[in-house]
C-alpha cells in the first residue's frame, strides 16, 4: 500500500468543548495519542464550540476565550496543523443542518437515556430546566463525526454512549434512505486509565482545582506536586505505603519511561523507607521532562495569536469542504436534493 492509501484507511475525529485549559490528565488520556495517529491516519480535531454552548448559553465569552487556549494546548503539544485539521464546530453550518435531520431518527426517551448526559444533568443541577439543545448534543455530536465520515473516535470512556448513538444513527439513516452514505465509527480508548486529580479524590477537573494545566508555569507545576496528595497514612519515611490510588504513582506510571526504575520505587515504598519527598522529586523530574518543552512551545505560540487564529480559519476551510460534500450526499439519500438536476 502506499503511504497515502495507507493514511487514508482510517478517518479519526476527535476534539474537546473549550471551556477550560486542557490538563495533564487530557495530555495522558488523548492528546499524547493524537500527536502519533497524525501520522498514521487522516485526522480531524474538532473545537466544540456549539457543544460547549450548550451549557454555557450565557458564557460565549468564555467559550470564544477558549478556542484559543484549546488551540494552543494543542499546537503546544505537538498537533500539527500541516497535517491534522484542526477546526472550529460553529464555524460548520453544514453541521448544524446535519443535525436537524438526525433529530428526527432519535426518540426524546433514546436521549433521555444516555447514561453521560444523565450523569451531565445530575452535576449541572439544571432540576427540570434542562436546555433542550444539551439534551440533544450527542446528536450533534453524531454530526460532527459522520460528517467527516470518520471510522475511529479516540475518546474517553465517558464518550462511549455517543458512538453508540452516533452508530444508532448511521444504521437508522442507512437503513430508512436505502443507501450507505454514512459509515459507523469505533471507538478508540486509551491505554491509560483517566488521571486522579491532585487531591487523589476524583477525576482530575477545573472545577475542582485539582488539576496540574498544560499552561501552568514551572513554578506553579512544582507547587502542586509538593502539595499533592499521597497516602494519607504514610506519615513516616519508614511507614509502609499503598502505591495504588496513590496520585502520585498514578502520574509516575503515566509518564515515567524507566519502568524498571519505576517497579523498584514501589517495592521500596510498599516495605516502607522511601519517603514522599523523595516520590514526589522523581515525578518532578519526569513531568518536567514533558511539560517544559511544552510550556516553550506553547508561549511561542502564545506571543502570535493571530497566527494561531490563522491556522484555525484555514483548518476550518478544509473541514468545510468535507462536510459539503457529506452533506450533498445527505441531501440526495433523503430525496430533497430539489434543484440539483441530474
Ligand atoms: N463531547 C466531547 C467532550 O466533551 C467533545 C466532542 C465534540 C467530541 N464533538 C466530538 C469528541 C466528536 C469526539 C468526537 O470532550
Given at each position: 500500500?502506499?503511504?497515502?492509501?495507507?493514511?487514508?484507511?482510517?478517518?479519526?475525529?476527535?476534539?474537546?468543548?473549550?471551556?477550560g485549559?486542557?490538563?495533564?490528565?487530557?495530555?495522558?488520556?488523548?492528546?499524547?495519542?493524537r500527536?502519533?495517529?497524525?501520522?498514521?491516519?487522516?485526522?480531524?480535531?474538532?473545537?466544540?464550540?456549539?457543544?460547549?454552548?450548550?451549557d454555557?448559553?450565557?458564557?460565549?465569552?468564555?467559550?470564544?476565550?477558549?478556542?484559543?487556549?484549546?488551540?494552543?494546548?494543542?499546537?503546544?503539544?505537538?498537533?500539527?496543523?500541516?497535517?491534522?485539521?484542526?477546526?472550529?464546530?460553529?464555524?460548520?453550518?453544514?453541521?448544524?443542518?446535519?443535525t436537524?435531520?438526525?433529530?428526527?431518527?432519535?426518540?426524546?426517551?433514546?436521549?433521555?437515556?444516555?447514561?453521560?448526559?444523565?450523569?451531565?444533568i445530575?452535576?449541572?443541577?439544571?432540576?427540570t430546566s434542562?436546555?433542550?439543545?444539551?439534551?440533544?448534543?450527542?446528536i450533534?455530536?453524531a454530526?460532527?463525526?459522520?460528517?467527516?465520515?470518520?471510522?475511529?473516535?479516540p475518546?474517553?470512556?465517558?464518550?462511549?454512549?455517543?458512538?453508540?448513538?452516533?452508530?444508532?444513527?448511521?444504521r437508522?439513516?442507512?437503513?430508512?434512505?436505502?443507501?450507505?452514505?454514512?459509515?459507523?465509527?469505533?471507538?478508540?480508548l486509551?491505554?491509560f486509565p483517566?488521571?486522579?486529580?491532585?487531591?487523589?479524590?476524583?477525576?482530575?477537573?477545573?472545577?475542582?482545582?485539582?488539576?496540574?494545566?498544560?499552561?501552568?508555569?514551572?513554578?506553579?507545576?512544582?507547587h502542586?506536586?509538593?502539595?499533592?496528595?499521597t497516602?494519607?497514612?504514610?506519615l513516616?519515611?519508614?511507614?509502609?505505603?499503598?502505591?495504588?490510588?496513590?496520585?502520585?504513582f498514578?502520574?509516575?506510571?503515566?509518564?515515567d519511561?524507566?519502568?524498571?526504575?519505576?517497579?523498584?520505587?514501589?517495592?521500596?515504598?510498599?516495605?516502607?523507607?522511601?519517603g514522599?519527598?523523595?516520590?514526589?522529586?522523581?515525578?518532578?523530574?519526569?513531568?518536567?521532562?514533558?511539560?517544559?518543552?511544552?510550556?516553550?512551545r506553547?508561549?511561542?505560540?502564545?506571543?502570535?495569536?493571530?497566527?494561531?487564529?490563522?491556522?484555525?480559519?484555514?483548518?476550518?476551510?478544509?473541514a468545510?469542504?468535507v462536510?459539503?460534500?457529506?452533506?450533498?450526499?445527505?441531501?440526495?439519500?433523503?430525496?430533497?436534493?430539489?434543484?440539483?438536476?441530474?
Amino acid at each position: 500500500m502506499s503511504a497515502e492509501t495507507e493514511k487514508n484507511r482510517h478517518i479519526i475525529l476527535t476534539g474537546d468543548r473549550p471551556t477550560g485549559h486542557l490538563h495533564l490528565g487530557h495530555y495522558a488520556g488523548s492528546l499524547r495519542q493524537r500527536v502519533e495517529l497524525q501520522n498514521q491516519y487522516k485526522q480531524f480535531v474538532i473545537i466544540a464550540d456549539a457543544q460547549a454552548l450548550t451549557d454555557n448559553a450565557e458564557n460565549p465569552d468564555k467559550v470564544r476565550k477558549n478556542i484559543l487556549e484549546v488551540a494552543l494546548d494543542y499546537l503546544a503539544v505537538g498537533i500539527d496543523p500541516k497535517i491534522t485539521t484542526i477546526f472550529i464546530q460553529s464555524l460548520v453550518p453544514e453541521l448544524a443542518e446535519l443535525t436537524m435531520y438526525y433529530l428526527n431518527l432519535v426518540t426524546v426517551s433514546r436521549l433521555q437515556r444516555n447514561p453521560t448526559v444523565k450523569d451531565e444533568i445530575k452535576q449541572r443541577d439544571f432540576g427540570t430546566s434542562i436546555p433542550a439543545g444539551f439534551l440533544v448534543y450527542p446528536i450533534s455530536q453524531a454530526a460532527d463525526i459522520t460528517a467527516f465520515k470518520a471510522d475511529l473516535v479516540p475518546v474517553g470512556g465517558d464518550q462511549l454512549p455517543m458512538i453508540e448513538q452516533t452508530n444508532e444513527i448511521v444504521r437508522g439513516f442507512n437503513r430508512i434512505y436505502e443507501c450507505s452514505v454514512l459509515v459507523e465509527a469505533k471507538a478508540l480508548l486509551s491505554n491509560f486509565p483517566r488521571l486522579p486529580g491532585t487531591d487523589g479524590k476524583g477525576k482530575m477537573s477545573k472545577s475542582l482545582g485539582n488539576v496540574i494545566s498544560l499552561s501552568d508555569s514551572a513554578d506553579e507545576v512544582r507547587h502542586k506536586i509538593k502539595t499533592m496528595y499521597t497516602d494519607s497514612k504514610h506519615l513516616r519515611v519508614e511507614d509502609p505505603g499503598i502505591v495504588e490510588g496513590n496520585p502520585v504513582f498514578a502520574y509516575l506510571d503515566a509518564f515515567d519511561s524507566d519502568k524498571e526504575g519505576l517497579e523498584n520505587m514501589k517495592e521500596h515504598y510498599r516495605h516502607g523507607g522511601l519517603g514522599d519527598v523523595a516520590v514526589k522529586r522523581r515525578l518532578q523530574e519526569v513531568l518536567s521532562v514533558e511539560l517544559d518543552p511544552i510550556r516553550i512551545r506553547r508561549e511561542g505560540f502564545a506571543n502570535d495569536p493571530e497566527e494561531v487564529m490563522r491556522i484555525l480559519k484555514n483548518g476550518t476551510a478544509v473541514a468545510r469542504d468535507v462536510a459539503v460534500k457529506t452533506l450533498d450526499e445527505v441531501r440526495k439519500a433523503m430525496h430533497i436534493d430539489y434543484f440539483t438536476s441530474e
